[in-house]
T-cell receptor, first 118, second 114 residues
């Protein structure tokens, strides 16, 4: 149980185009979803937190007009990178949070999406 | 603001030996959660072990155990009987409350040598 999927796993796009990445919780409903960015050999940096039906909360320094997050349901969140540029090339990871058992909301991570902007 | 520090960017250990990864954190909270995550070459994040700050007993999961020193704000991970499959990046992480975001440390790259 507690599986999170991401689609696509890899995407290559041209500079100036927009790319949408989907994050789905397959067998549970997620109260909150998180989007992270990871550059090579670096840690995960939180970009934004999203709750179903409300606007995402972006971390300082993250352009909300460039990284559009939509959390339409308790099982789906999408990240759209608008007008992508080569510097947006990175590994994007989502996580879904749910109180399944135990004493806290555990986060379950998706497998990540590698974005390459040419 | 909470911060997580891992002072060992890279470590190596012989197969079957024991290795300890260090982590310190900074917070003014009294109750919180600490985690160790493993990220193998596949890049899938895997939860290794978690510790709730209000619990004094150190968490243990099979070959993985932690040394949680709350006063010192230290949270080290010990891997016993290291296996080749333990080769990965290891991230120490902090979560303030059950509904909060997770803050990751910079990571330690662990190589298990046959």
């Amino acid at each position: 149980g507690a599986v999170v999927s991401q689609h696509p796993s890899r995407v290559i796009c041209k500079s100036g185009t927009s790319v949408k990445i989907e994050c789905r919780s397959l067998d549970f409903q997620a109260t909150t979803m998180f989007w992270y960015r990871q550059f090579p050999k670096q840690s995960l940096m939180l970009m934004a937190t999203s709750n179903e039906g409300s606007k995402a909360t972006y971390e300082q320094g993250v352009e909300k007009d460039k990284f559009l997050i939509n959390h339409a349901s308790l099982t789906l969140s999408t990240l759209t990178v608008t007008s992508a540029h080569p510097e947006d090339s990175s590994f994007y990871i989502c996580s879904a949070s749910a109180f399944l058992a135990g004493s806290y909301n555990e986060q379950f991570f998706g497998p990540g999406t590698r974005l390459t902007v040419l | 603001a909470q911060t997580v520090t891992q002072s060992q960017p890279e470590m190596s250990v012989q197969e079957a030996e024991t290795v300890t990864l260090s982590c310190t954190y900074d917070t003014s909270e009294n109750n919180y959660y600490l985690f160790w995550y493993k990220q193998p070459p596949s890049r899938q994040m895997i939860l290794v072990i978690r510790q709730e700050a209000y619990k004094q007993q150190n968490a243990t999961e099979n070959r993985f155990s932690v040394n949680f020193q709350k006063a010192a704000k230290s949270f080290s991970l010990k891997i016993s009987d290291s296996q080749l499959g333990d080769t990965a990046m290891y991230f120490c992480a902090f979560m303030k409350t059950s509904y909060d975001k997770v803050i990751f440390g910079p990571g330690t790259s662990l190589s298990v040598i046959p």
